[in-house]
Each structure stands twice: as structure tokens, then as C-alpha cells.
């Protein structure tokens, strides 16, 4: 069974940081399309980052350019997405989401779809 589970999400203040966690079960996740989302109230559900092929690949969107890194533990089958110099603009839900390989090398990978995990809420304070 096709498992992803968040974990380390929590608050922190401005400048802060955080690392959260994507365990996975159930498929080899090397071979597909790996990508952190977020979701804050009243906006709509957004990319954060991908890493594809064993980490052959990676991508983030703009506003978190240079302080957000995707990485993976191939020993942990685990994603995992550093946060720092957190801002106030990064307090969402987020979410770790996995899909065919074919979403991150063509550019899609924003509309990804495949299997969810729960998520893991941040709330970064001003």
C-alpha cells in the first residue's frame, strides 16, 4: 500500500527554521515525482518544490528560492524539506505528494497527481 506520512511541522518565529519529513512505504519513491505543496487559508494550494530520479533533479518555486532545499534519505525512504529564514508568508499546511516521474520532467509537476499524505501544519509568527 501507497503510504506518504508528514511529520515536523510546528511553529517557530520569523528567521526561524524547520525540517519536515515525508516517510514512504509501499513503492520504490526514487522513481517518481517527490514534491512538497502548501496550502494556507483562503489561498489556493501551492507548489513548493520537487526532486525527481534519486535527486538527479530538483525545482522550487520563487518564493522560496534560497532558503527551502529538497533532499532525500534513500536509507530512510524518506523526502525531507529544510526551511529556513522561515517568514510569516510560509505559515500553510503542507503537504508531501507523489506522482509519475513524468510530471517532474515535464514541467507539470504543479498539477501532480498520485497519492497525498495527511500534512503537517507550520505557523511561522512575526
Known amino acids: 500500500q501507497v503510504q506518504l506520512v508528514e511529520s515536523g511541522g510546528g511553529s517557530v518565529q520569523a528567521g526561524g527554521s524547520l525540517r519536515l519529513s515525508c516517510a514512504t512505504s509501499g513503492f520504490a519513491y526514487v522513481n517518481y515525482c517527490m514534491a512538497w505543496f502548501r496550502h494556507a487559508p483562503g489561498k489556493e494550494r501551492g507548489g513548493v518544490a520537487f526532486i525527481v530520479g534519486g535527486g538527479e533533479s530538483t525545482e522550487y518555486d520563487d518564493s522560496v528560492k534560497g532558503r527551502f532545499t529538497i533532499s532525500q534519505d534513500n536509507a530512510k525512504k524518506t523526502v525531507y524539506l529544510q526551511m529556513n529564514s522561515l517568514k510569516p508568508e510560509d505559515t500553510a499546511m503542507y503537504y508531501c505528494?507523489?506522482?509519475?516521474?513524468?510530471?517532474?520532467?515535464?514541467?507539470?509537476?504543479?498539477?501532480?497527481?498520485?497519492?497525498w499524505g495527511q500534512g503537517t501544519q507550520v505557523t511561522v509568527s512575526s
Open positions: 505528494a507523489a506522482g509519475s516521474r513524468i510530471y517532474c520532467k515535464t514541467g507539470l509537476w504543479r498539477r501532480i497527481q498520485g497519492t
